[in-house]
């Protein structure tokens, strides 16, 4: 059993990765670069370590750094939340040689699934539909233009490691594939360490529908049901919800089997999501992610389930302790991502001193978020600074409930995207569920 947890990352997931320890009676100990002393959510943990200076790669990516802090706090486990190390198969290798139990599947799995063209293959091959495409990377633009004239365009230049939303490129005809795709190699190089590319149709306007899996080390795997997140900017979300207004019973169903089976194909265990496009009436696989993800607490308000104390219990070698058939999904739940950015400046990041914060609450309202207050937004993290969700019997109700909640939220000092969720829930195509990933960008350019 885990008595003694790092924690390998920052802010908002940090906090909640503490609070999971406290209710499981599990000692925590979080890390903070030096641009994030003195933030309140540090004192909550059982010990704090300051592992380096403001920038990731002299602190949270910093892996020497980290297993310092773990030797030192001599604990038996790392969570690394998501984002900066959660997907590095290499640290979760150097935290096992280290007889450190890493929250998170076994770096083979990571690795494979971590490679977006290998996962593809490992989906084709447990008879999933993927997005027509390439069979793999694609090293010259003469074998790219080959697929692009096979699969018709527009097609879509994707890095092999990429992640966030980023390493994308979107080619209309040969010309623009030609000239995106060393650009596109040479970013992938700078943005992930990995020029690998691989191609895939353009799906003109699909919805993003993913399904939450959890698995044992046993051999027991059972998905929680699905997110839908097409409200998206820039192919990143913004808002998610559960269940999908925009995908019928069958469809559901048919992809949480898919993840199940895909899971138990490549030996998963622990928490991870199974990412889909959907579009005229089909679905489609386009990745996993080997972590907890942002948009997690959704699920827990639907299904009940606390998905970290999960991931920590089985990251010990408990066994899941219930069947598919057990799992209820009830009533609705919606998430918004409140990000520190100026709407008005096509969404800067907007650091800096927080001089006032009033959260929400009331029936059916959830805040995860650590700043308060007097808290500092550092520049050199995502903006993401908190998450408000709210859950309810009824989407429309939900959405009703949504709307007050926001209606009560107040940050001031910096710029926040808050004025961007009253809009959108205030939408009358949202308000129908007839959106899908273009709909904000679409939105944002009325
Ligand atoms: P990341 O790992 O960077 O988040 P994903 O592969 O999960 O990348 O895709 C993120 C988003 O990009 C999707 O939700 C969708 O909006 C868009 N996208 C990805 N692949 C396609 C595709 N083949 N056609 C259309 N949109 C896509």
Same mark, same amino acid.
């Given at each position: 059993?885990?008595?003694r947890?790092l924690?390998?990352?920052?802010?908002?997931i940090?906090?909640?990765?503490?609070?999971a320890?406290r209710? %499981?009676?599990?000692?925590?100990?979080?890390v903070?670069s030096?641009?994030?002393? =003195?933030?309140p959510?540090?004192d909550?943990?059982?010990e @704090?370590i300051?592992?380096?200076?403001?920038?990731?790669?002299?602190?949270?990516?910093?892996?020497p750094?980290?297993?310092? @802090?773990?030797?030192?706090a001599?604990?038996?486990?790392?969570?690394?939340?998501?984002?900066f190390?959660?997907?590095?198969?290499h640290?979760?290798?150097v935290?096992?040689?280290?007889?450190i139990?890493?929250v998170g599947?076994e770096e083979?799995?990571?690795?494979?699934?971590?490679?977006? @063209?290998?996962?593809?293959?490992a989906a084709?091959a447990?008879?999933?539909?993927?997005?027509? *495409?390439?069979?793999?990377p694609?090293e010259?633009?003469?074998?790219a233009?080959?697929?692009?004239?096979?699969?018709?365009?527009p097609?879509l230049?994707?890095a092999?490691s990429?992640?966030?939303?980023r390493?994308m490129r979107?080619?209309?005809?040969?010309?623009?594939?030609?000239?995106?795709?060393?650009?596109?190699r040479?970013?992938a190089e700078? @943005?992930?360490g +990995?020029?690998s590319v691989?191609?895939? #149709?353009?799906?003109e306007?699909?919805?993003?529908?993913?399904i939450q899996?959890i698995?044992d #080390?046993?051999?027991?795997?059972?998905?929680?049901?699905?997110r839908d997140?097409s409200?998206?900017?820039?192919?990143?979300?913004? $808002?998610e919800e559960?269940?999908?207004p925009? $995908?019928?019973? +069958?469809?559901r169903?048919?992809?949480g089997?898919?993840a199940v089976? %895909?899971?138990?194909?490549?030996?998963?265990h622990?928490?991870g999501?199974?990412?889909? %496009?959907?579009?005229h009436?089909?679905?489609?696989?386009?990745?996993?992610n080997a972590r907890?993800q942002?948009e997690h607490p959704?699920?827990?308000l639907t299904?009940g389930?606390?998905?970290?104390?999960?991931?920590?219990r089985?990251?010990? *070698?408990e066994?899941?302790?219930?069947?598919?058939?057990?799992v209820?999904?009830k009533?609705?739940?919606?998430e918004?991502?409140?990000?520190?950015?100026d709407? +008005?400046?096509n969404f800067?990041?907007?650091?800096?001193?927080i001089?006032h914060v009033?959260?929400?609450g009331?029936?059916?309202?959830?805040?995860d978020s650590h700043?308060?207050? =007097?808290?500092?937004?550092?520049?050199?993290?995502?903006?993401?600074i908190?998450k408000?969700?709210?859950?309810?019997?009824?989407r429309?109700?939900a959405?009703?409930?949504m709307r007050?909640?926001? +209606?009560?939220?107040?940050i001031?000092?910096?710029?926040?995207?808050?004025?961007?969720h009253?809009r959108i829930?205030?939408?009358?195509?949202?308000e129908?569920?007839?959106?899908?990933?273009?709909?904000l960008?679409?939105l944002?350019?009325?």
């Amino acid at each position: 059993m885990i008595s003694r947890l790092l924690i390998a990352n920052r802010g908002e997931i940090a906090l909640r990765i503490v609070r999971a320890c406290r209710e %499981l009676d599990i000692e925590s100990v979080v890390v903070y670069s030096q641009a994030d002393a =003195g933030s309140p959510y540090l004192d909550l943990a059982d010990e @704090a370590i300051c592992i380096g200076p403001g920038p990731s790669a002299q602190s949270y990516l910093s892996i020497p750094s980290i297993i310092s @802090a773990a030797e030192i706090a001599n604990v038996d486990a790392v969570h690394p939340g998501y984002g900066f190390l959660a997907e590095n198969a290499h640290f979760a290798e150097v935290c096992r040689a280290n007889n450190i139990e890493f929250v998170g599947p076994e770096e083979d799995t990571i690795r494979r699934v971590g490679d977006k @063209a290998e996962a593809k293959n490992a989906a084709k091959a447990a008879g999933i539909p993927v997005v027509e *495409g390439s069979d793999g990377p694609v090293e010259t633009d003469e074998k790219a233009l080959d697929i692009a004239r096979k699969i018709g365009y527009p097609v879509l230049i994707k890095a092999v490691s990429g992640g966030g939303g980023r390493g994308m490129r979107i080619a209309h005809n040969d010309i623009s594939l030609s000239s995106g795709f060393q650009t596109a190699r040479a970013e992938a190089e700078t @943005a992930f360490g +990995d020029s690998s590319v691989y191609i895939e #149709k353009y799906l003109e306007n699909p919805r993003h529908v993913e399904i939450q899996i959890i698995a044992d #080390k046993h051999g027991h795997v059972v998905h929680l049901g699905e997110r839908d997140c097409s409200v998206q900017r820039r192919h990143q979300k913004v $808002i998610e919800e559960s269940p999908s207004p925009g $995908i019928p019973n +069958d469809a559901r169903k048919a992809m949480g089997r898919a993840a199940v089976k %895909l899971a138990k194909q490549v030996g998963y265990h622990g928490a991870g999501t199974v990412e889909f %496009l959907y579009e005229h009436k089909k679905f489609y696989f386009i990745e996993v992610n080997a972590r907890i993800q942002v948009e997690h607490p959704v699920t827990e308000l639907t299904t009940g389930i606390d998905l970290i104390k999960e991931q920590i219990r089985l990251a010990s *070698g408990e066994q899941l302790g219930y069947k598919q058939q057990q799992v209820q999904q009830k009533g609705h739940a919606i998430e918004c991502r409140i990000n520190a950015e100026d709407p +008005d400046r096509n969404f800067t990041p907007s650091p800096g001193l927080i001089t006032h914060v009033t959260t929400p609450g009331g029936p059916g309202v959830r805040v995860d978020s650590h700043v308060t207050t =007097g808290s500092r937004v550092p520049p050199y993290y995502d903006s993401m600074i908190g998450k408000l969700l709210v859950w309810s019997d009824t989407r429309t109700s939900a959405i009703t409930r949504m709307r007050r909640a926001l +209606d009560e939220y107040r940050i001031e000092g910096i710029k926040t995207n808050l004025p961007l969720h009253r809009r959108i829930l205030r939408n009358a195509y949202f308000e129908r569920g007839e959106y899908a990933t273009h709909f904000l960008d679409e939105l944002l350019t009325t």
